[in-house]
């Protein structure tokens, strides 16, 4: 009698483990938000990198917060939402994982039907 008791609660302990590892704080960017958010500040960062940063007459760091806010503002989120969010992918990696594979393997696909349709 007791041995069913014991393994009841493993599963309930194992359960709960496991939800909670996936469960994401309100106050946090669901995955699929977060990676569209975080696609376009990459974006915006090699854009800086790439071609702001040789104009000399720019601050590259000022026009790169102009581009992150704009980034920010046309998906209805807040710098501070973002970096909050960024902070916990970056502190659970296997969600942080999930993320960026995510965000490659949408990217892989995009560039193939980019690439299929002559573009």
Not at 46 to 66: G, L, Q
Request: charged share 20%.
């Amino acid at each position: 009698m007791r041995r069913p008791t014991v393994l009841w609660l493993l599963l309930v302990l194992i359960m709960q483990s496991c939800g909670s590892s996936t469960s994401i704080p309100s106050n946090v960017l669901k995955p699929a938000r977060m990676q569209v958010v975080l696609w376009d500040v990459l974006r915006a960062d090699a854009f800086t990198n790439d071609f702001i940063k040789k104009d000399s007459s720019k601050n590259a760091v000022t026009e790169n917060v102009k581009l992150q806010q704009k980034i920010f503002s046309a998906n209805g989120v807040t710098r501070e939402q973002f970096y909050r969010s960024f902070e916990y992918y970056k502190t659970n990696a296997p969600l942080f994982k999930a993320l960026l594979d995510s965000m490659i393997s949408t990217a892989n696909r995009n560039r193939s039907t980019t690439h299929i349709l002559g573009k």
